[in-house]
């Protein structure tokens, strides 16, 4: 019988990084300057990103190296294990062969280390001696706090106010990998100070948090900024987890019909499905399909434009699908997923065709996160129950077609952290939301005065 | 160079659980009649628990047979990977050698699932429709929880009620599971309501919660109970983790000096050392350390008797070192491994001298979790922790001699559902507590008219 997981040898790894930039039919349009419109250069991020990051960003070399010590780290949970779902397909009675990644086993329980620990590495190479980021949910805030504390370096996190009060766990798993995490806004950027002034009951959002951590690094002494989702080089990162999923389906004689992610900024999606799109790219028969939430539904009704990454307007202009750099999804959106845009990889590819995306009710998705952990035990979080509710969704396809699939998705991370919202579900206190059409008109008439690429 | 971790293939996975029972140079005394103190046979046991499981408990076959059925569900998660602990030792600048089983990579996040996931295999096969257990810190209750539900049985645990208020999201996850979970002493049973009304404000403990679990067990239809420690079955379904530890040692050519766990009931201490005992026996040079909290410590100041299992005296009498069945922890405890017994079993090697055991304060459990989370990422549970402290013990102790040796450790499971404990320790909320002596010569005393084995 064929194995229910494969595993890979440390020898395994992949040394390499794979960057789809230098196999893109069309390249991106550049990055814009917030304020002058114009193309922004390396120069122009350096007091953001250190320049081994920025090279990252606007490489096109197709392969890149990962250095010894950043492999020495992946290795404390990489290669993560390949698994067949066998009792969620019984569940399901498709005709679907079902493969994931379980992303879970890191030490921060999400794929978010895979970028966090060469960032770490890479900034403490240049000399940087403090990071600074946002996190939504908890696990990019996590994975940094663990990588800063590996490398040495200070850490702090601005978590979007809503989740440090629905999620205390995450705060305490931050600072016990030596981290500060704040509730954000804050009182300790100038940003926080006048949004906490203007809307003293905001729920806070992903926008504000990027505003402040970008804020606090470009004036403070010796600080960077990491990004956990979104940028060239973040999705660069995350291939290690699709090159690994090559790895192992080889070993099996396996070749997927369908490569799904959940899609927020595009990290987890983009790691595991550049190198597919690559194979897609050269003629390779195989659909790609992210998932979103809903109530934040960037890829399947955000125009394509130039849009900031944060509120404040510092970020580049980043051409992406978005839903305005204003964009605050209904607090009672349980999921992740709350970004406003999407990384510009990824918008790229759907607008090439090269990938397609659906969205999911939380509903939904916490419904068949429930079954994935009642059959399979391991307990997704909440963002990975979007991609799982879009394997039910597949499954459901294949079985009304007749039509043999096979599945290969990423399980992002567990929710051992995010308790809290499953409990929320079980206990009928999250509603099938459905975002008002009113409040998309708002958003494509926000996003239409934005430059075009 | 040496791999950071040692994987083993699905079809690696061992097929037998091992019994000592077979290779003890005495035998176990048998266990008592509670009311007649006269030996117990296997229909004493049939209304607690089955009797597949029972001639389990009894056996003296030295290799038992683990199911398909079961072997299917230990393959979500098992063979677990065997880590060197390379950052670690580097922080301990000792002269040692650090391999670990990392049993946190359950979807339970702890060892607990090995036994779990045989009792609910077992109980159904033999008819059984429903289970009940107690927790402690909730990893025993999470792993029933999931285990029932993957086999189609009913689960309720009572929860001891510190920890159901300490650790909410413990109940979370047994509810997701589909599991119900009771702060205990509850309303349910009449031993609850009994000591609700005799003490409101008791913080509940074990003992107490088995007596719930066990009355709720002979009292209700199709339904029994499972221990998730202490009995000869649990431990022999856990040697599955040093089965895998020796093959994976093997592969690498290495032998460890030192053998450790943590021990509250010895589930996850018999996992790991069992095997190795067999060999101590059979004339290799190895030692086996139990490490325990020195504030509930059984091993190390509680005197070998006689003792009931439960608060009520509903267990049969079983021949153990023991701190007296009404011995509970002082509340400010916050590491777990709160029972007053330990296992038959590991009281037997201890008395014979096959191992050792040491104590560890609080402080200095979290001290060495925290080092540990923030060198090799993964934080480790409360529990954990204990043994963690023992490894930094031992690496003091090889550099005091300039001796070189090998350890090996069972990382019996993550803290990630229990990071209010170090969050209670980061902010210095927890106390370096003493067992006042007074109390000790009170359990010793209140010992001393139990039955001598």
């Known amino acids: ?96 062969k079902i493969y994931y990644k379980n992303e879970g086993v890191s030490p921060a329980g999400s794929h978010k280390p895979n970028a966090a620990i060469p960032m770490a590495y890479y900034n403490k190479q240049f000399g940087i001696k403090r990071l600074t980021t946002e996190t939504g949910a908890g696990q990019w805030g996590s994975a940094l706090s663990m990588a800063s504390q590996m490398f040495g370096l200070e850490c702090r996190v601005y978590m979007v106010k809503v989740s440090f009060e629905q999620k205390p766990y995450r705060r305490m798993l931050m600072n016990t990998w030596g981290a500060e995490c704040l509730s954000s806004p804050s009182e300790m950027t100038q940003i926080g100070r006048q949004i906490r002034a203007e809307y003293p009951d905001t729920p806070g959002s992903l926008g504000i948090a990027i505003s402040e951590a970008i804020e606090d690094a470009v004036t403070s002494e010796n600080t960077r900024y990491a990004l956990g989702s979104v940028l060239n080089h973040v999705l660069l990162y995350q291939t290690i987890i699709g090159l690994e999923a090559q790895k192992q389906l080889e070993k099996i004689g396996v070749y997927p019909d369908v490569v799904m992610g959940c899609c927020g900024g595009g990290s987890n999606f983009g790691g595991i499905s550049l190198p597919f799109v690559r194979d897609k790219i050269a003629g390779k028969q195989v659909e790609i399909i992210g998932a979103e939430p809903s109530s934040c539904p960037t890829l399947t009704r955000g125009p394509f434009a130039y849009d900031f990454g944060d509120l404040a307007k510092m970020t580049p202009l980043l051409p992406m699908h978005t839903l305005g750099h204003d964009y605050v999804p209904a607090p009672i959106h349980a999921g992740g997923l709350r970004y406003h845009g999407i990384a510009p990889i990824v918008s790229q590819l759907l607008r090439l065709g090269l990938i397609g995306a659906r969205a999911f009710h939380q509903l939904d998705t916490f ?21 799982i509710a879009a394997v039910v969704d597949e499954a459901r396809r294949a079985k009304e077609e007749g039509k043999e699939k096979v599945i290969l998705f990423n399980w992002s991370g567990h929710g051992l952290i995010d308790l809290t919202s499953y409990d929320a579900y079980l206990s009928g206190n999250l509603v099938p939301y459905e975002l008002p059409e009113e409040e998309i008109q708002r958003v494509l008439k926000a996003v239409e005065n934005m430059p075009k690429p």
């Open 367 to 387: 419904d068949a996160g429930v079954k994935w952990a009642r059959s399979e035990g391991f307990v997704p979080a909440p963002e990975t129950c979007h991609v």
């Open 1 to 96: 019988m064929e194995p229910l997981k494969v595993v890979l040898e440390d020898n395994e790894i992949p040394r390499q990084w794979y960057n789809i930039l230098a196999d893109l039919p069309e390249p991106l349009s550049p990055p814009l300057h917030p304020a002058t419109h114009q193309p922004v250069g390396p120069e122009d991020l350096a007091p953001i990103f250190p320049m081994n990051i920025i090279e990252h960003e606007v490489s096109s070399q197709r392969w890149i190296d990962i250095p010894e010590e950043v492999l020495e780290k992946y290795l404390i949970w990489r290669p993560s294990p390949l698994y067949r779902a066998r009792n969620f397909e019984k569940l399901l009675d498709a005709p679907v």
